[in-house]
Structures are given as C-alpha cells and as structure tokens.
C-alpha cells in the first residue's frame, strides 16, 4: 500500500466532505459541529482503472496541547504524513490562514512530503476576499486547486492531477478481500480490541467516555493473501435517547449487510442484556460469522468469573458461535487474542465453504429419512438437496413432499445433522430452504 494520500487541515474545513466523495461512500461522518472526526479514517480512491489508498484525519489543533485526546490526534496525523506519498493540504475561505495552518505547512516541509493546496468552500461568494489574503500568505504552493465539494466544483481536475501525480500507479488490490465490523454498546472495548488485536503504530483512539467513536473507521491491513476491512463502528443502542443514535443504529445495520465476519464485544459486566441480544440477532438475521467477546474480565476474581461464565453461557443458545473471556486493557490472555486471529481466517472460509451435491445426497439423506417426522399424519420425506453456491454463505435448498407447517424443530434437527456428518461451520449461521 505503498500509494497513500492523506488529507489534512484545521478543524471543520471540508476534509470529510473531500473525503467521502473521493471514495464515492458517505463514510466519515460529517457536522457542523467541529472535531467530528477523531481518528484516522481509510478508504480506496479508485480513479479510471487504478487504486490508492486515502486517509482522512482529524482537525489539527497543533502540537502545544496537555489534553490527552488532542495529543493522540496530533500523533496520529503526523504518523499518517511521514507514510504519504502525497497530502492534500485544506484550507477554507471562510477562516483563511491562521497560525495552526502556517504550522501544519512547515510540518510537511519538514518531513519532505509532496502536497496539493485545497481551497475549499469557493461557492461562499461574500468571502471571496480571503482567497487573496490565502494567497498572500506564508505558504509557498505550486499545485493549488479552487474547489467545492457540496457543489461539485474543481473536483474533476484535481482527481486527474493525482492520478498524473502517482503516473497512473496504483496499488495491487487483487488480493482477497475480509470485512470484519467491530460491534457493541458504548464503551464495551471495541477500539481497545482493535488496538489489541491488529496491533500497529496506527491505532484507534481510546478514552474512558462512552462515545469517543462517533464516527465509523474502516483499517486497511494486509495478511497474507488477504486484506483485512476492520471496521470500528460507534456503540449502539437499540432504544435510542438521540438522533444521532438512530443514525449510528441504522448506519451499522448496513455495516453488519456488508460485512463477512462480525465481532460482538461486550462487557462482562453488563453481560447479555437486550442490547446485545439485539446485535445477535442481526448478525444472525443477515447470514454473518460470528464472535462473540467478552471484555473486562480483570473486573472479577476466579470465582465470580466462573459464575459469570455459567450465567452467560446458559443465555447464549446458540452452540456454535466462538466465545471468548478476555481482559484488554491489560491484554491478558495473549494467546486467545492469537486464537481469535486465526479464526477470523478460518470462519470465513467457512462461511465460503461449498459441498458437491453427491456427497450431501449420499450422506445426509440417510441420516434425516430415517428419523420419521410426521406432518398432518404424513410422514415427511426429503427427496433431494443441494446447495445454492451463489449465495455468499451456506445455503441448502432442500427437495421434499411435503412444505407448509413443517416443525421448527425438525429445521433444526436438520441443521445439527449437517453441522455433525457434513461439517460443523463453525462460528457461521447457515440456512435452510424446503421446497415442493
């Protein structure tokens, strides 16, 4: 991924805005509200038949800051800088040059990195003056580009200069793709877990207030042949108090539609209440492979954390979701955390597992017709199956004689037997179709 742009510039200047049209997807969350973004946030730029890999960061507030989170974001944008192959410098019309742009400018000098000068907001006509004092000021440019990104002004010309930039390069994305979304309430761990667990000099920010993440960060990383989409998602609630709770609600149901594998953090101590219950349920709903963790276990001695278990494990029915006991803060447990890593590779082959129809007929038939279940007095018969390899997760159409009413727990009976003789699908939900 050597073909990175990223995007910098004080507070509430458009970076997102940019952001979000380069990589065609409303993905960084945008308000008028300044310092919405706190973390580093990926995607792709795909510009004709190439690729790069762009990052949004936060507002630049500077270096000379004690505040804790502030001092993480700073850290953050110049560790995204010293990687770039090329910045994309903003500035607005509204606020001009000030001295934290004056700052940001020598700091990119400093580490050498090439950049484009971005003026944004060029449609606001009554501060049309301060394009002047902009250009007056200390910055030195040689690429600068009068743009609007609401009204879709100057944009064309700046994605044909990038891609002159890079001399129509890209990077190699041919490579298997994962996504894997991070879900749970607020401050569960969630961020905590990706820090843990991809373990990088980039990392999510973490702070003991519910609600740091209030955007959605997407985490490019490459194993193997894969390449890993982490999405870190905001904490949602099902009975939302807020407005924008409704939308971090409605905006991780698509992320868990889109996703391959779903990882469901919880805190132990909160346990398995309605929210969680209700994440569990979509996961399923949509055909996800699951894991589910439980964080903060360092809260507990041995005893109370083995009737905590017990508990837990009674609510969740489902037998084949991976459920692990971590502590994260403190990274107890190193060796699950290895475990997890591993099983992310597996439940997704899992989830993209097909079986030839010879071999489900032969075996699996035998085993279901010779129980016999009986519908209105008839004895319920399975004639044929086969799987629909088109659908993206294990979907098994089943050939019968009978359809209407048949008993939710002969569905059932039917999936242990191929989760016994077939193969288990370990952390996958499967499904079942029967027709006439």
């Known amino acids: 991924m050597e ?3 990223t995007i910098v510039g004080k507070t509430n200047v458009g970076k997102s805005s940019l952001f979000n049209y380069l990589i065609k997807k409303k993905q960084s969350f945008i308000s008028k509200n300044s310092n919405t973004t706190i973390n580093v ?20 507030y500077g270096n000379n800051i004690k505040n804790y989170l ?31 742009d004056i700052e940001l400018y020598k700091t990119i000098l400093k580490l050498n990195i090439p950049f484009f000068l971005i003026i944004n907001k060029i449609d606001i006509k009554n501060n ?24 879709n002004i100057g944009l064309k010309k700046l994605l044909k200069d990038i891609n002159k930039f890079f001399k129509y390069k890209s990077i190699n994305l041919n490579k298997k793709n994962i996504k894997i979304s991070i879900l749970g ?57 807020y407005n924008y709770d409704k939308k971090y609600l409605l905006k991780t149901k698509n992320i868990i539609k889109e996703s391959d594998l779903c990882i469901l953090i919880i805190d132990i101590l909160s346990g398995i209440n309605k929210n969680n219950i209700y994440i569990i349920n979509l996961i399923i709903k949509y055909k996800k492979g699951i894991i589910i963790i439980f964080n903060k276990c360092d809260l507990l001695n041995n005893k109370d954390l083995l009737i905590y278990k017990k508990k837990i494990l009674k609510k969740i029915y489902i037998k084949y979701i991976p459920i692990y006991f971590l502590s994260l803060k403190y990274n107890l447990n190193n060796n699950k955390l290895l475990e997890i890593k591993k099983n992310i590779l597996k439940l997704y082959k899992n989830r993209n597992r097909k079986f030839n129809t010879s071999l489900l007929n032969n075996k699996l038939l035998k085993l279901i017709n010779n129980k016999n ?26 050939i019968s004689n009978l359809v209407k009413n048949i008993n939710l727990y002969y569905i059932t009976y039917i999936e242990k037997m191929i989760r016994k003789y077939i193969f288990n699908f370990y952390g996958i939900p499967i499904e079942l179709k029967f027709k006439k």
Not at 379 to 388: E, G, L, P
Request: proline letters at 2%.
């Open 3 to 5: 073909k990175i742009i």
């Open 41 to 60: 946030n990926n995607g792709i730029l795909k510009i004709k038949n190439c690729k790069y890999y762009i990052k949004d960061t936060s507002g630049y």
């Open 70 to 100: 502030y001092k993480n974001i700073y850290d953050q944008i110049i560790l995204s800088i010293k990687e770039s192959k090329l910045i994309l410098f903003i500035v607005d019309i509204i606020s001009g040059i000030n001295y934290l």
């Open 128 to 151: 049309i003056k301060n394009i002047y004092s902009i250009l007056n000021s200390k910055i030195n440019y040689t690429n600068i580009y009068y743009i609007s990104v609401t009204h």
């Open 185 to 241: 309430i607020p401050n569960s761990g969630k961020s905590t877990f990706i820090n843990s667990l991809f373990s990088d000099k980039y990392k999510s920010i973490v702070n003991n207030i519910s609600g740091t993440t209030v955007d959605t960060l997407y985490f490019l990383k490459k194993y193997r042949n894969y390449i890993y989409t982490i999405i870190d998602t905001p904490g949602i609630l099902k009975n939302y108090k």
């Open 373 to 398: 279940f009986k519908i209105n007095n008839k004895i319920f018969k399975i004639k044929f199956c086969y799987q629909y390899k088109k659908k993206n997760f294990p979907y098994f159409i089943f």
